[in-house]
């Protein structure tokens, strides 16, 4: 069984320009979460879609957003990066969206902002 | 402030010994997680315990809770030096879903041939 696939894994942008990670969840997971890792702050949550919809946002600005296909395939979306938004972000996927349960982690992709 | 705290940050072992990290929260939780990650790398789930069990084991993993003083601990015993990664705890979100777990800052492991 594939595990969890995101790309690109690395990418260089510069501030004020926008980038787009995808996410392929395990196949039958229909849950999707997202993170930011970065040295200072650790492992942040920035959100979870299930069905298509966006069920937790964590603490970030509406810079950042994503979406989730029919496929559960995720994007998600940051616009005018800024030099803070460097890091690797995480994607996650899980069955279903229930309080327990481990999550399986995709490789990251790494976001140098220039 | 992050709900998991791991001590110590950083850990540096000869290979055969003993690791032992420890991980303390602030609010009630139903089970809490160990994660594992090599060097900028994804996260691989270790184990997970449930607010109703003292301890679990799996292989050379050991990891206890202790719901009334909000800690738990990861043993990992007769360390290889492939076992050099970072560890995390992590906790769900109050009132939150499985996929919004909040994570300590990590221990940093290092395991010397």
């Known amino acids: 069984k594939a595990g969890v696939t995101q790309t690109p894994r690395y990418l260089i942008k510069t501030r004020g320009q926008q980038v787009t990670l995808s996410c392929s969840p395990i196949s039958g997971h229909r849950s999707v979460s997202w993170y930011q890792q970065t040295p200072g702050q650790g492992l942040q949550f920035l959100f979870e879609?299930?069905?298509?919809?966006?069920?937790n946002k964590g603490n970030f600005p509406g810079r950042f957003s994503g979406r989730q296909f029919s496929n559960s395939r995720s994007e998600m979306n940051v616009s005018t990066l800024e030099l803070g938004d460097s890091a690797l972000y995480l994607c996650?996927?899980?069955?279903?969206?229930?309080?327990?349960?481990?999550?399986?982690f995709g490789e990251g992709s790494r976001l140098t902002v220039l | 402030s992050q709900q998991g705290e791991e001590d110590p940050q950083a850990l540096s072992i000869q290979e055969g010994e003993n690791a032992t990290m420890n991980c303390s929260y602030k609010t009630s939780i139903n089970n809490l997680q160990w994660y594992r990650q090599n060097s900028g790398r994804g996260l691989v789930h270790l184990i997970l315990i449930r607010s109703n069990e003292r301890e679990k084991h799996s292989g050379r993993l050991r990891v206890t809770l202790d719901t009334s003083k909000k800690s738990s601990s990861l043993l990992i015993t007769a360390s290889r030096a492939a076992d050099t990664a970072s560890y995390f705890c992590a906790t769900p979100h109050y009132g939150g879903s499985q996929g919004n777990l909040i994570f300590g800052k990590g221990t940093k492991l290092s395991v010397k041939p």
């Open positions: 996650a996927s899980s069955l279903a969206i229930q309080h327990t349960g481990e999550l399986f």
């Open positions: 879609y299930f069905s298509e919809t966006q069920r």
